[in-house]
């Protein structure tokens, strides 16, 4: 049975301290200061355990000087850090800022969804506290033990949970027989770039966004434009490796919406993890890893190497920025391609960045893969200087310009 008001005050009164678990998604609570202010104001209730839940916020996290404070160590979607924090806890919030309220609102009622037992302790989703149309939902029945007594601390109004509907729908298509999944888009707004695992593959031209997938392969986006090379990286080119469209991230507008409100010197204190550049004359041995794919995984992937090679535009990009705050270098192969999925990048100084003919970049990061790290996605290399004279000569006849940092 769910405690009811009296009880938790008495909790209180007792001075017992109940356990609250904040599941923080994406950089923009972080970046806005919300975060802080909300695990602050939890404190005066009880003591607080935040983890982020997803990927991408580990940057803000950074950025920000709380990685000693957010537990960032693992990859775990929202709903899975609910359910882990379901066995600890005695509540258990989600903090998010969606593009709007009501995307916030869906984002809360699907990660709901996926929860095997979604009563198991009160759950709260604190929405976008620090914007107009901030609100506290209560994401179950237990919830209602609690959120008067958030409503009170945080100044919000309490809204109902939206009934969760289902993002993807199977049908036949009558052309092929085959059976097609369809994934609608909330919250999109005409122009954004449409995103599945980190790749952009696609262009909005309205609100409505449906992607179609036909035998694990995306054959169309209905109310927005395909972009063919976005596709090819997607389904890893002649490969041809199928997509779960049903279980992929999928999303539109920009990885990191927004600039972090934090000082360029508090970033700069909170991210560097090693001092200094890459001195390539004195490098000596050291782990490279190749980062083509999923460069929003780039903390991961990058686990114990010296230097990242990292393929395209938004891949260097993104990647690049991610390594900056580890303190690791990288050798990113472009070609001008840039779809602008994040707003402010960094790259390690000592990097070095070249800008390839059009069409090059994936062509020459073959070659990298291939004939330098035999297929692998990491190596060990004795001579890291010698590593990157091999890539320049690699791609000595597609390069336009080489930048250094």
């Not at 607080?48 to 990685?67: C, F, I, P, S």
């Not at 005695?90 to 929860?115: H, Q, W």
Request: net charge negative.
């Amino acid at each position: 049975m769910p405690l009811s008001v009296n009880q938790v005050r008495m909790l209180e009164s007792n001075q017992i301290r109940m356990k609250i678990s904040l599941v923080i998604h994406g950089p923009e609570v972080i970046d806005s200061g919300e975060a802080e202010i909300v695990m602050e104001k939890l404190s005066c209730i009880g003591e607080v355990e935040a983890q982020l839940g997803g990927t991408m916020g580990k940057t803000a996290v950074l950025d920000a000087g709380l990685e000693n404070v957010i537990d960032i160590s693992r990859h775990l979607k929202p709903s899975a850090c609910i359910e882990s924090f379901f066995e600890t806890s005695d509540l258990v919030c989600l903090l998010n800022r969606g593009k709007t309220p009501e995307t916030g609102m869906i984002f809360g009622a699907k990660v709901t969804s996926r929860l095997k037992d979604p009563e198991k302790k009160p759950l709260i989703q604190i929405e976008s506290p620090g914007c107009t149309g901030g609100k506290l939902i209560p994401l179950n029945k237990k919830a209602g033990s609690y959120i008067e007594k958030l409503s009170e601390i945080f100044g919000l109004p309490v809204e109902s949970p939206l009934p969760f509907q289902d993002s993807v729908c199977l049908e036949n298509c009558p052309k092929t027989g085959k059976t097609r999944v369809i994934r609608e888009l909330s919250g999109v707004f005409p122009g954004e770039n449409i995103l599945v695992n980190g790749l952009v593959i696609g262009k909005a031209l309205s609100s409505e966004i449906r992607i179609v997938s036909e035998s694990g392969f995306i054959t169309a986006i209905e109310g927005g434009e395909i972009k063919e090379h976005g596709l090819e990286k997607l389904h890893n080119y002649e490969n041809r490796d199928p997509v779960d469209l049903a279980g992929a991230w999928v999303k539109s507008g920009e990885i990191r919406r927004g600039n972090s409100l934090f000082s360029d010197a508090r970033k700069e204190n909170a991210s560097a993890r090693k001092s200094g550049s890459i001195s390539w004359a004195g490098a000596g041995t050291g782990k490279v890893v190749l980062i083509d794919h999923a460069a929003e995984n780039s903390y991961e992937l990058a686990s114990g190497a010296e230097l990242a090679v990292t393929i395209g535009d938004d891949t260097t990009a993104i990647a690049g920025d991610i390594l900056y705050r580890l303190g690791i270098p990288i050798i990113g192969i472009t070609d001008g391609d840039c779809d602008n999925v994040t707003c402010e990048t960094k790259i390690f100084p000592g990097s070095v960045v070249l800008r390839l003919i059009e069409g090059s970049d994936d062509i020459v990061g073959k070659r990298v893969k291939q004939e330098l790290l035999k297929g692998q996605n990491s190596a060990v290399f004795e001579d890291l200087l010698a590593f990157k004279e091999d890539v320049l000569k690699l791609a000595e006849l597609s390069i336009e310009a080489v930048f250094e940092y």
